[in-house]
């Protein structure tokens, strides 16, 4: 998708991703030999070497690459690296990325060091957090693949077996009442403009749906949501897009679960229901150019995760052939070759002119999703 922007402003963009048609190749076919893309690893320094001779910017989709590489290729100041190493080293450290927002003086909930992973120092934190106890690892966590949701002390032993010998830590439960998510884009200069807020609705930790605009009463949570993100985003360093995950209780009280340091899920929607996609803003960040308006251009709207629910395409395939005739639905496949149990493989954007029209777009669209709904 920020390979779909990028084309469209006339941006020359090095792809650095494991093969030689991974999805975003597939939208970008370099024109020129000096802007072949990379075949190789994100983790892979000497791959990230060879890329940054080749751009005079460079930026991540992901939090989870080699940072070493990345502060060896600062020094050089001969490429400009957004957001910078010392925000994507402490944000791919979700212990320390806490740690970081807590000095900040960014409402988080409460958490604490598992310092190794032992028996032992799992019981030491429920002592001290309570059950249910959120254990995830510090590392290398995505859509959940890296959270145990520990109900009982006997499933210690199940969740240090899960996690394997990953860094963790733990985390207190929070009863929240919703989930909500701000985009928030970060010049070169440092200020910072947000999106709307949006509620996100998660399956088995893994995002399903967003809803854009925020479906609160409260016109408050909207605004407190978006100054809690942009002071968040405001405590990093560098440009581009971050999306900032919160919860919000019932009260109204919001904390801050994580932040990601790019292009987010819960940003997909900018696409068909903003005036400047979170794609298209990232790029304009980046190169310090003008944003755009992050307004809403639509009353309402809900993006659809499709994730696999097997390694069988067909199921999606015969979807998407569903999906097709529902009114305002915008379809994204990734263009991933192969389709497994719990992978994002592409999303579905449903716009309307109001609430109540976009769920009843939504609604036959969930009797058919080939993942079981609960
Ligand atoms: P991603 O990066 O894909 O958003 P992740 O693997 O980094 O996901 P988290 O965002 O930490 O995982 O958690 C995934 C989901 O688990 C959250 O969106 C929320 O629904 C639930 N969750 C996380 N932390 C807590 C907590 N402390 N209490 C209750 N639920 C939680
Ligand atoms: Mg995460
Ligand atoms: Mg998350």
Same mark, same amino acid.
């Given at each position: 998708?920020?390979?779909?922007?990028?084309? *469209?402003?006339?941006?020359? /963009?090095?792809?650095?991703?494991?093969?030689?048609?991974?999805?975003?190749?597939?939208?970008?076919?370099?024109?020129?030999?000096?802007?072949?893309?990379?075949?190789?690893?994100?983790?892979?320094?000497?791959?990230?070497?060879?890329?940054?001779?080749?751009?005079?910017?460079?930026?991540? +989709?992901?939090?989870?690459?080699?940072?070493?590489?990345? =502060?060896?290729?600062?020094?050089?100041?001969?490429?400009?690296?957004?957001?910078?190493?010392?925000?994507?080293?402490?944000? &791919?450290?979700?212990?320390?990325?806490?740690?970081?927002?807590?000095?900040?003086?960014?409402?988080?909930?409460?958490?604490?060091?598992?310092? +190794?992973?032992?028996?032992?120092? /799992?019981?030491?934190?429920?002592?001290?957090?309570?059950?249910?106890?959120?254990?995830?690892?510090?590392? *290398?966590?995505? =859509?959940?693949?890296? %959270?145990?949701?520990?109900?009982?002390?006997?499933?210690?032993?199940?969740?240090?077996?899960?996690?394997?010998?990953?860094?963790?830590?733990?985390?207190?439960?929070?009863?929240?009442?919703?989930?909500?998510? $701000? #985009?928030?884009?970060?010049? $070169?200069?440092?200020?910072?403009?947000?999106?709307?807020?949006?509620?996100?609705?998660?399956?088995?930790?893994? @995002?399903?749906?967003?809803?854009?605009?925020?479906?609160?009463?409260?016109?408050?949570?909207? +605004?407190?949501?978006?100054?809690?993100?942009?002071?968040?985003?405001?405590?990093?360093?560098?440009?581009?897009?971050?999306?900032?995950? #919160?919860?919000?209780?019932? =009260?109204?009280?919001?904390?801050?679960?994580?932040?990601?340091?790019?292009?987010? %899920?819960?940003?997909?929607? !900018?696409?068909?229901? @903003?005036?400047?996609?979170?794609? +298209?803003?990232?790029?304009?960040?980046?190169?310090?150019?003008?944003?755009?308006?992050?307004?809403?251009?639509?009353?309402?709207?809900?993006?659809?995760?499709?994730?696999?629910?097997?390694?069988?395409?067909?199921?999606?395939?015969?979807?998407?052939?569903?999906?097709?005739? $529902?009114?305002?639905?915008?379809?994204? #496949?990734?263009?991933? !070759?192969? @389709?497994?149990?719990?992978?994002?493989?592409?999303?579905?954007?449903?716009?309307?002119?109001? =609430?109540? &029209?976009?769920?009843?777009?939504?609604?036959?669209?969930?009797? &058919?999703?080939?993942?079981?709904?609960?």
């Amino acid at each position: 998708m920020l390979a779909a922007s990028a084309s *469209l402003l006339n941006i020359k /963009v090095v792809i650095l991703d494991v093969g030689e048609h991974s999805p975003a190749k597939q939208i970008l076919a370099p024109t020129d030999p000096k802007f072949t893309h990379i075949d190789g690893s994100f983790k892979d320094p000497e791959k990230i070497l060879q890329l940054s001779e080749k751009v005079d910017v460079l930026t991540v +989709e992901i939090e989870h690459v080699d940072v070493d590489i990345l =502060d060896k290729v600062a020094q050089s100041r001969r490429v400009q690296i957004h957001p910078s190493p010392s925000t994507i080293r402490v944000i &791919q450290d979700k212990y320390n990325q806490k740690i970081h927002l807590q000095k900040a003086g960014i409402a988080v909930a409460e958490f604490l060091k598992i310092p +190794e992973p032992t028996p032992e120092a /799992v019981h030491a934190a429920m002592d001290k957090l309570g059950l249910p106890l959120m254990i995830k690892s510090r590392t *290398l966590a995505y =859509d959940g693949r890296g %959270n145990f949701v520990l109900r009982h002390a006997s499933e210690i032993e199940e969740a240090l077996a899960t996690l394997k010998d990953r860094p963790l830590y733990a985390e207190k439960w929070v009863k929240f009442e919703r989930e909500i998510a $701000v #985009m928030v884009v970060r010049t $070169v200069n440092g200020t910072v403009t947000s999106y709307p807020a949006v509620e996100t609705v998660h399956k088995d930790n893994i @995002c399903l749906l967003t809803f854009a605009p925020l479906r609160s009463p409260d016109p408050a949570t909207i +605004e407190n949501a978006r100054r809690l993100a942009e002071s968040a985003v405001l405590t990093f360093e560098g440009a581009g897009i971050f999306g900032v995950e #919160m919860f919000q209780l019932l =009260d109204g009280t919001l904390y801050v679960n994580e932040i990601a340091p790019r292009p987010h %899920n819960s940003g997909h929607y !900018t696409i068909e229901a @903003c005036e400047t996609s979170q794609f +298209e803003n990232h790029l304009r960040a980046i190169l310090n150019l003008p944003l755009g308006s992050t307004a809403l251009k639509v009353p309402s709207s809900v993006m659809l995760n499709l994730i696999g629910g097997s390694n069988d395409m067909s199921q999606l395939t015969s979807f998407v052939g569903y999906a097709l005739n $529902v009114p305002g639905a915008a379809i994204h #496949m990734y263009g991933k !070759t192969e @389709c497994r149990g719990g992978r994002k493989m592409g999303h579905i954007t449903i716009v309307g002119d109001s =609430d109540a &029209q976009v769920n009843d777009r939504l609604r036959p669209l969930l009797t &058919q999703l080939p993942i079981p709904m609960s």
